[in-house]
């Protein structure tokens, strides 16, 4: 904050406090009224501040409290500011640029923060995860169980059918990567032969890295009306997250947190039963009499009923004073999976340093050194019967697969390989080294009571390297299926995203109850470098893993570097005694992923905002607000280009074309998303209450879709810009204090949102993306239609004057857009206990339960058993069981497979008690600041029509389109965690 100026200026001091407890508020930004002159509160709440002469209007500010005002008179030397607590979240600022903020009782759009108390409440494996049912307009699932995450965030609908779907994550100003890189697990599995040339590999998406203890607050900028500031990186929403800062406490302050806990698998699917052998013989021939044991063994319970001690310890130190602060922490993270050898390890440094140099120059310096590791197992898709499963549904209960006396594993006489060998032999390893570092300099070239000007430049970096190391030795079953027993598999994945900025912010505010100006402007510079290789060896050498150490070696690499630069303007009035709020911006980007990357593309945005002051007793404030703005997003990595391959023309090496492949555009542009929004917030009862109510259409045009090509021209397809796809929706969010004293709080939130895509221009003939094709389940781009439909085969047509009589009909069968989804949260604090919980509830979305359909085919699914014995009939049986109905459907009937997503989740549950004080000092001394002690679950309940593992699943990962299929993944697990918090 810029010091007051000396001359002509007398001095005040008073005490900043809690108005719950009495207890200073260290840290706490107190500044005169109308300007940017102010001090920080030393660690007894106390403060100096040489302010001008005559009448002045002191504010305070402090995380998590009600800004407080106060006049203080010509002739007054002292004052005490008394701060509420803010429980509804009223007070603070939100980002409305890149060098922008605005207090958010004036901002224009929908705007969600996430404070540090909502995100720690309970241990998450991942930033993502602990915002589940916290956000409206935020549909945010798992794509399986494996340890380490692996998280799809989708904000206010599909925004792109081909294009990235990812949201832009700021940390700190560093423009992060959220990267998936496979793991090469495919090289085992097969699973692109299977029709669906996408990987599978169920990777973590590289967000799962940032520690959540370190994070301050989260905003959520879901729509291009917000986010258009970001131009064509932000048109899937920008995620900001900040992390924590030393306050200016003076002495410092420790918090140390210890947590014990455990996974535990939430769910399994069951299999079929066999009680005799000729049931055995029945099913499977006469083959299955020398594998039947006449025992029952339950391989999903083996492979996945682990639950051994997870843990976690962390500790941080803040402080410092008006020059100095620092903010450092540090984590020791190991999480066991439910399948034995499986589990994430992590470990982070974290230094957080603002220092002001001189009179005018402010650094703000972070640096974040992360180390992970991550065992996640074999599973999902695969095509060589390997992943775990995959092998169950075709493996009966009866078969002893276990080891003899020797350690010898024996086949699997039903399937290509023995699940409990592979879990027992194979290596499937990830490890992470990452670096995030951001510095931040604001300089002051203007400080005084009606107008300031500041230079804003910084610079962020995000550098991480990923290894995969996978080893499958000869002697395992499926090794010699190719004939090149043994595998190793090492991959390397290096990334570096560099941004730059240079900004400058000026602020005019004639006085006290008149008006106030900002305006911005600057530039900003953006690349990004992924280099991935992987090395394939088969054939090892006995014995051996190196990737140097076997006859056949396979040797692939793919690089892809984006360079970015755009440039800003955006201008805010705050009018009418801080009523009205009228914004107006404009940004150009240009980027290599363009087919012309010299162009500008332009993304304006504007807003307003006007706040009625108690129009009702009832009713404290209420605010109308309207923004509209353009975001785009960019080409993906290639689109503009045209692959080759290497070819033999003759012995001699060439380059030839391959029809498979999409021919690139020189011409390709981002598509370009348009956004309105409309809504209102509401303060009644006293702020005791508040509403937010939102709508908004988004309409994406331009957007990348393939076209066919004549066959002359040597390939079938290629990308091009065109069609239209628009998104209408709904948010609200309710909270509220039925409670409030002095030793008994109760606060509670409830959100709401619907949100319905559809296609209202389509250039090409109506597609299929995403899937395995009309016999399962697809997703159909069709003008007219949901964006997100799923089609498949449903009957033969029995119309006699349709011209498809007698046909297999393919109609739409269900969509993987839930109808909505709500949440409720409930935080209620009795003297020194706390009890928090959070219930999430989304109803549709429907699922391709393809993994259903595999134990179906295994004829192991738990209602499969043919009611009169022997095989299933063909046709469509009556009266017979309905696994065997499901297989007599099949390429007939896909709307078997194709199940409800719908769910409520016991999402976290948490129970705390803080020591008392006496207590406290009597046991610890006056040096321990508090002591909590608390037990916790995540996951703990969930209801369900899903016959899957869990209605939570992707087997693509993070996808704009086929989200929702369900094949072989790793199940879902629950947690349960005992925690202590110490502070010094």
């Given amino acids: ?416 390989s023995n699940p409990l060998q592979t879990r027992d032999l194979s290596d499937v390893g990830e490890d992470v080294f990452r670096f995030l570092g951001s510095v931040r300099g604001t300089y002051d070239l203007i400080a005084s009571d009606r107008h300031s000007l500041q230079l804003i430049g910084d610079v962020g970096v995000d550098r991480f390297n990923q290894e995969n190391e996978l080893l499958f030795p000869p002697e395992l079953e499926f090794e010699p299926q190719d004939g090149l027993p043994g595998t190793s598999v090492l991959t390397n994945g290096d990334n570096t995203n560099l941004n730059a900025s240079g900004n400058l912010a000026y602020t005019f505010s004639p006085g006290p109850n008149s008006y106030a100006s900002t305006t911005t402007g600057g530039v900003q510079y953006f690349e990004t470098d992924l280099n991935r290789t992987s090395i394939v060896t088969r054939n090892l050498v006995g014995g051996q893993g190196n990737v140097d150490q076997g006859s056949s ?86 689109q503009k280009f045209t692959p080759l391959d290497q070819a033999n023309i003759e012995g001699l090496t060439g380059i030839g074309v391959d029809e498979n492949i999409t021919a690139g555009d020189p011409d390709v542009a981002p598509e370009r998303q348009s956004e309105v929004e409309t809504g209102f917030d509401a303060v009644l009862f006293d702020e005791r209450a508040s509403l937010e109510f939102s709508v908004y259409q988004r309409t994406i045009t331009d957007l990348l879709l393939e076209r066919t090509l004549a066959p002359s021209t040597g390939f079938n397809t290629q990308i091009f810009n065109g069609g239209e796809l628009r998104n209408r929706g709904v948010e609200v969010g309710l909270g509220f204090t039925p409670v409030l004293g002095e030793n008994v709080n109760w606060f509670t939130r409830a959100t709401f949102f619907a949100n319905k895509a559809e296609i209202t221009d389509l250039p090409v003939p109506t597609f299929e993306t995403g899937g395995f094709g009309t016999a399962l389940g697809s997703f159909r781009i069709e003008e007219g239609a949901s964006a997100t439909q799923i089609v498949g085969v449903n009957g033969l047509d029995e119309d006699p004057n349709s011209p498809t009589f007698g046909e297999v009909r393919v109609d739409k069968l269900g969509d993987a857009n839930p109808d909505f989804q709500m949440s409720l949260l409930n935080d209620i604090t009795f003297h020194g206990w706390n009890f928090y919980s959070l219930w999430d509830w989304k109803k549709g979305g429907d699922i391709i339960n393809l993994t259903r359909l595999l134990f179906d085919f295994g004829q192991n699914t738990e209602d499969f058993e043919p009611a009169d014995g022997g095989e299933c009939p063909t046709g469509r049986p009556t009266v017979d069981s309905p696994g065997c109905q499901r297989v007599a459907g099949f390429q007939t009937f896909a709307g078997q497979y194709i199940e409800s997503g719908s769910y409520l989740k016991l999402r976290e549950l948490a129970l705390s008690y803080d020591v008392a004080p006496n207590l406290r000092s009597g046991l610890f001394g006056q040096d321990v600041r508090y002591v909590r002690v608390g037990v916790s679950g995540r996951n703990l309940v969930t209801f369900t029509p899903y016959s899957g593992l869990d209605p939570e699943v992707s087997n693509f990962g993070n996808r704009a389109i086929d989200r929702n299929i369900d094949v072989g993944p790793y199940p879902p697990s629950r947690s349960f965690w005992l925690t202590v918090d110490v502070g010094f």
Avoid: C
């Fill in 553 to 638: 070696v396979d040797v692939a690499e793919d690089r892809q570097r984006i360079e970015e630069f755009g440039i800003y303007a955006q201008e805010e009035l705050l009018l009418l005694d801080d009523r009205m709020l009228l914004t107006a911006g404009l940004r150009g980007d240009r980027s290599s992923s363009n087919g012309d990357d010299e162009k500008y593309y332009l993304f304006p945005k504007a807003a307003a905002s006007y706040r009625f002051r108690e129009p009702a007793p009832w009713l404290e404030e209420f605010k109308l607000r309207a923004a509209f703005g353009q975001t785009g997003n960019r080409p993906l990595f290639g």
């Fill in 1 to 416: 904050m810029a010091p007051a100026l000396a001359a002509q200026q007398r001095e005040v001091t008073g005490r900043v406090t809690a108005a719950e407890t009495d207890e200073p508020l260290p840290g706490a930004e107190i500044y005169i009224e109308g300007t940017r002159l102010g001090t920080l509160a030393d660690e007894e709440g106390n403060f100096r501040i040489q302010v001008p002469q005559g009448e002045v209007t002191l504010r305070a500010n402090y995380l998590g409290y009600k800004s407080e005002s106060q006049l203080v008179g010509g002739d007054e030397a002292t004052v005490t500011l008394v701060l509420q607590q803010d429980v509804l979240q009223l007070e603070g600022v939100v980002t409305t640029g890149l060098a922008a903020t605005v207090q958010r009782r004036n901002a224009a759009n929908a705007v969600a923060v996430i404070s540090d108390s909502l995100i720690g409440r309970v241990p998450t494996q991942s930033v993502e995860s602990s915002l589940q049912g916290k956000v409206p307009g935020a549909l945010i699932q798992q794509n399986s169980g494996a340890p380490g995450g692996g998280i799809q965030v989708n904000l206010r609908g599909v925004s792109s059918i081909n294009a990235d779907a990812e949201p832009l994550y700021v940390v700190d100003g560093v423009l992060v990567s959220n990267a998936s890189v496979q793991s090469g697990a495919d090289a085992i599995t097969n699973a692109t032969g299977g029709g669906a040339g996408d990987p599978q590999d169920n990777p973590v998406n590289r967000i799962a890295d940032l520690d959540p203890r370190d994070v301050e607050r989260i905003e959520i900028l879901k729509g291009a009306s917000a986010g258009a500031i970001y131009g064509s990186k932000a048109a899937n929403g920008v995620v900001l997250i900040t992390t924590k800062r030393g306050r200016g406490e003076g002495r410092p302050q420790v918090s140390a947190t210890a947590r014990l806990g455990t996974f535990q698998v939430s769910n399994d699917i069951g299999s079929r039963s066999f009680e005799t052998l000729e049931e055995a013989v029945d099913a499977f021939g006469e083959s299955a009499a020398e594998a039947y044991t006449g025992r029952t063994f339950d391989y999903e319970d083996e492979l996945f009923g682990e639950s051994d001690a997870s843990y976690e310890a962390s500790a941080n130190v803040s402080g410092g004073g008006n020059q100095t602060r620092y903010y450092a922490s540090a984590l020791l993270k190991d999480d066991q999976g439910t399948l034995d050898g499986t589990g994430y390890e992590k470990q982070t440094l974290r230094m957080n340093l603002d220092q002001r140099v001189g009179s005018s120059l402010n650094l703000a310096i972070t640096t974040n050194l992360i180390h992970s590791n991550a065992r996640r197992g074999l599973t999902n898709n695969d095509n060589t019967g390997t992943s775990y499963y995959v092998v169950l549904p075709f493996t009966p209960n009866f078969v002893d697969l276990h080891p003899d006396a020797n350690g010898v594993y024996p086949d699997n006489p039903f399937e290509r």
